[in-house]
């Protein structure tokens, strides 16, 4: 096959996306260091906005809330959802179809949907909306995530592997520990990490399973976001965004290393 | 042997428990609570009725219904038009720095979404960036009036969602057998044709799998034009919010998921249809 | 090899959703013997396989491994060990740990471990490749290490799924070799899937033919070569051209058949009755072929025509068009002071076989 020459429109094209893309990011990170309160006009260089951020005492407990929940939710989504990927892949069960189907369709169904029927779920259990709440949702939408994760990965894994795993002796535990979980480990810490970065952005679900008694930091966010524009909050997006930012390139840098 | 069982058994317990719960039972419950009657002092009435979805066919919820149909599908139809080439020039390349380019188009589909929209909102407010430069280049002289309209919300939605048409678009076309258009050429089709009778219909199952991750989404992602379009645009995922939130009528914002969730359904049997006859590869 | 029974396999069947995979197999494999399943793929030889190792379950019938009944042991009680076509090599773990596996789910302590490794792998002569991880090792050092590991717990039964189809076609005749010697020195039963007939027939001290889930043939590889006991061993043993013919007459426990114009007289193995439909058949390498001039004496022979023919190296083929329209596929092997195997096409020859060198079989179906 020859190798094709990208034209120069079609390379224009690709950059005029990406910068679509990445433009707005780069104006806000740009302004969050801008000496100026509202203008646009470049005022001179200054972290002041992001002193004052540091100093609002409400937003740090916002982010260890969402740091929390993040860490909890990741830890037990990709335990719970590696378990199910494995037996996915090794094991004949009933109800496997209804199984596969649920993870299906919780990726594809809208956040609010999710939202809302974990609402009416909780309301129905009597149980207070705050910190539990929270946790049991993000771990829910994280889940299908790392199934996806983890089962592309096994998938294509030879399946023999296993089967002389369990000719040579070793039991079902055994297995897991030893083969499924050191061959699987890219795959899980990138799982990890995009379920942290998930849980850390999530802002639909958040929404109708919170309360007020437990703030997390993408709904402080969109309540100062709904106020208008403001540089501690360039500031804020700036810092949250480079965060997830690396977490997902050090996620994507795993998965791809070994594959 | 019989103790060997124990991993397996209790690895598919507890995510058939946790999906059971969290997942199916909370479904049926909304499913559940879109057949009873309201009651602004509890969830809900534990009363059949349809008029939760009678009230739906009311000429205000009508509106709102169609107006976010027409909104998504704009969107959906602009991530096409502006996705397609993207991806088709994306899968054919080879050179070195694919890898990075594909990485910078993943890197939307795990960030915020909320950042992006709150970043848009400074390019398009009426002394945003977008103004400002538009002024400075002399197209226009006094800046427009960009932020809370239909368009804003538009941009938003399409600045958000791109991504998602062009990922499966991207694995769909990435995977196209370039022999298939070489041979195409060979029995005499021209560009055009070669396009629009191999090319196009093989791409078919990706175009549908980015759009519903378009559509969906953008009917629903209610901070959108919460941020965008003001108070003035509203959408399905507006109109679900304040059922829940406001007016605390949860049946018929119920009953309003259930209807978005059928919307769904038909998508998904449709991609289904498209991708049957092909082998079975994965949604995304 | 003893006369002691290791595996006995009695009236097996197995079907996967309805569909019949095996048909009653009946099956005594004695100890030390180095058998071959053979057949095409989707016979069934694979799933007999995974049966003895207890992968699957037979649908009816029983397997005995060293006459203990082994319905419903799992894999790792049966003293039974497998070699996968892929090796199945832990990619994570170096060689010897890939090779101390089993010794280590077995509870082996460790000081005992480390000679046993040791001697599995001078068996297998690796014993400097220890500390390699798999992916550092050629296909058939990989091989070599699947064997080891397998051996290292001392099975009764090695069971070998097509291990040297991924291998290329020099390294798979160099491991076919190494693979008989070792199974002589450890005298281990070797059980071999293999869908290549000339493998099995060089490697194996029995041969089980295998063809849509039923046996067709047990017999040594002589045995199923010469004496092919149905028409499908035969067509899947090397070549065979197929007379189609009529016993016209029996004297003397003899019958005369007529193939292709010419009456052949042979013994009555299968009660053949005047007028039974027969099959002849014969090997190409049996056929003879001889120039027009080369022969005074053609009341024996057919006549034909060249109609192609493919020089092999160490052997000439040739298709050759009977006057009576039928073509016969021959096989000549090169003498390098003979010149009188140069053919051209459309060139006639005289060809003959020895009697007594053909098969006859009834008409089947």
Redesign the interface.
Known sequence: MKKSQTRPIDAIYLALIYLFFYLPIAVLIVYSFNNSSYSLVWHGFTTNWYHSLFSDSGLWIAALHSLIIGVLAATFATIIGTLAAVSLYRYRFMGKGLLNGMIFILIVTPDIVMGISLLLLFSILNMPLGFWSLLLAHITFCIPFVVVTVYSRISGMDKNIFEAAKDLGARELTIFTKITVPLLLPAIISGILLCFTLSFDDVMISYFVSGPGFEILPLKIYSMARLGVKPELNALCSVTFILTLLLVVLSQKLTRKES | ?KG?????N???A???T??G???????L??LF?SFMQPDSNK?FNFHFTLSNYTTLFSSLYVIVFFKSFYIAGACTLFCIL?GY??AY??A????RWK?L?L??????F??????????????L?T???LN?FLIHLGIIHHPLQLLFTNTAVMIGLV?NL??FMILPLYANLEKFD?RLIEAARDLGAGKVRTFTKVILPLSLPGILAGS??VF??A?????IP??LGGAKALLL?NL??NQ??LTHN?PL??AI?VT??AV?GIM?VAHWLSSKNRSGE??? | MSDKTVVEIKGVSKSFNDQDVLKCIDLTIKHGEFLTLLGPSGCGKTTLLRMISGFEEPTNGDIYIDGKNAKGLPPHERHVHTVFQSYALFPHMTVSDNVAFGLRCNGIPENEVKPRVEEALRMVKLENFGNRKPAQLSGGQQQRVAIARAVVNRPLVLLLDEPLSSLDYRLRKTMQMELRQLQRKLGITFIFVTHDQEEALSMSDRVVVMSEGVITQIGTPRQVYEEPACLSVAKFIGEVNIFETNVSSITDGKITVNIEGMPHTYPNKHNFSVGDKALVLVRPEDVRVYDSNEVTDTSNMYRGIVEDFTYKGTTVDLMVRLDSGKVLATTEFFDEDDDSLVYTLGEKVWLHWVNGWEVILPHEG
């Open positions: 042997m060997d069982n124990n991993f397996r209790f690895s598919v507890i995510i058939s946790w999906l719960i969290f997942a199916l039972f909370a479904f419950l909304v609570a969830i502006l080439p993207f020039i994306l054919r390349k080879t050179s890898d380019l990485l910078l188009l993943i890197i939307p795990w960030t915020s979404s909320l950042i992006r929209s709150y970043a848009m909102v400074a390019i407010k002394k945003g960036v400002n600045y791109l991504p370039n519903i991750l969906l989404p009917m629903t992602l209610f901070y919460d941020l995922g679900i919010e829940f939130l949860w914002g119920s998921s978005l969730t769904m998904l994965d949604f995304l």
